[in-house]
């Protein structure tokens, strides 16, 4: 496989896809390339972001009968390597991940184990780590199984809480230090392994 085909799912702003499309851009993407986009809703920022990078996007509503089985048919006919979750809101099933059986990887707005797993995503996040005081916070990437969050943890990057910081202002900061540095590399460094570099 010369570039491991990568399909980026979002839900929302995608940021996270922008980060993942800037560093392919700057050419810190060698072993892979962001074959498709999947949106699970419409309408979503990350949409626009396909298409100005001229990546071909579908949207396939999380909420529909049979949303896994057309997001695995996306896949498979898009000829997908592995997979980013990257601002996506859905839990993907056990028989997802195996039916798939090739590496998913996620971004969550924490260091894992604390203040993830189910209902824990966006803002909530980070009003947990507000709510519960702690001094740092940051990201981790980690493989997708079953358990929300509970993957192999691949990359981690720390970030500092500061007086006066608001869930809104910690989530910026989160992601603009964190989030946007570990996903791409992450996905570089899974996509290096798939084609055996
Ligand atoms: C953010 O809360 C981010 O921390 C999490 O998903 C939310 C939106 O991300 N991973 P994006 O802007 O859609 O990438």
Redesign the pocket.
């Known amino acids: 496989m010369l570039k491991a085909r990568i399909a980026v799912l979002?839900?929302?702003?995608?940021?996270?896809?922008?980060?993942i499309i800037d560093s392919q851009q700057a050419g810190n993407l060698p072993s892979g390339e962001i074959a498709l986009v999947i949106a699970d809703k419409a309408g979503?920022?990350?949409i626009e972001r396909a298409a100005n990078a001229s990546i071909p996007c579908e949207v396939i509503i999380r909420k529909e009968e049979g949303f896994e089985e057309k997001v695995l048919e996306a896949l498979a006919r898009h000829n997908i390597d592995m997979v980013v979750?990257?601002?996506?809101?859905g839990i993907l099933s056990a028989d997802f991940i195996r039916r798939f059986g090739k590496p998913i990887i996620?971004?969550?707005?924490a260091l894992i184990p604390s203040f993830c797993g189910k209902g824990m995503?966006?803002?909530k996040?980070?009003e947990a780590a507000l709510e519960y005081g702690v001094k740092v916070t940051g990201?981790t990437v980690h493989y997708v199984n079953e358990i929300p969050d509970g993957g192999k943890i691949i990359a981690q990057k720390a970030v500092d809480i500061l007086p006066g910081d608001t869930a809104e202002i910690l989530?910026r900061r989160?992601?603009e230090q964190a989030?946007w540095k570990l996903l791409p590399a992450a996905a570089e460094m899974v996509a290096a392994e798939l084609i055996g570099r």
């Open positions: 979002v839900s929302g702003g995608g940021t996270n896809l922008q980060a979503v920022k990350a979750l990257a601002g996506f809101l996620n971004i969550h707005p995503y966006g803002l996040v980070h990201a989530q989160v992601m989030e």
